[in-house]
């Protein structure tokens, strides 16, 4: 996910499913919740929305949309929409779900075994542009305290050792 926008915590969500409800959250505003077990390996929901193209997708981007997620090189899916439970998914530094793109569909999968009430989240994946901006309130003992794909989580650490350290 390019940036992921999380709704504030008056966002009143409008959908479940039959593995997701949603509800308040200890992350931020609304969280999906597993309803019931979820074993490792199981598509959870799928994050849907509208298919558009790149240039599109920068323009909504620059307007603040930050539901946008990567589908593929020449478009993006829009998850600013009602019928996307999905975005109420928040991050985690150290998540129990995945992204998966599956011909043509973004699901969210289960990357271990989920207990059923248990916090649903996934790595957003930023980059490291203005990663200052998004703080992480994941909560988890391997948090780096910003959102960023966990390829740059050394780079943040470092960066905030050297900041403590001046």
């Known amino acids: ?13 409008t959908a479940e499913t039959a593995l997701v ?38 323009k909504r981007c620059e307007q603040n949309n930050e539901y946008i997620f990567t589908l593929d090189e020449q478009h993006d899916l829009d998850g600013n929409v009602d019928w996307n439970p999905a975005r109420f998914i928040n991050h985690s530094c150290a998540p129990n779900s995945e992204a998966d793109v599956r011909d043509g569909r973004i699901w969210i999968v289960a990357a271990r075994d989920i207990r059923a009430g248990e916090e649903l ?33 050394e780079h943040v650490r470092a960066q905030r050792q050297w900041a403590q350290n001046s």
């Open 1 to 13: 996910m390019d940036r992921a926008l999380k709704p504030n915590v008056s966002s009143n969500p």
């Open 21 to 58: 409800r949603c509800e308040r959250s200890a992350i931020h505003g609304v969280g999906g919740f597993a309803k019931q077990n979820l074993p490792e390996g199981t598509p959870i929901i799928e994050y849907v929305g509208e298919k558009i193209a790149k240039e599109q997708s920068l």
């Open 121 to 153: 989240t996934f790595n957003y994946g930023f980059d490291l542009e203005d990663y200052r901006n998004y703080p992480c309130y994941c909560g988890s003992s391997h948090c780096v305290g910003y959102i960023v794909a966990e390829e740059f989580f």
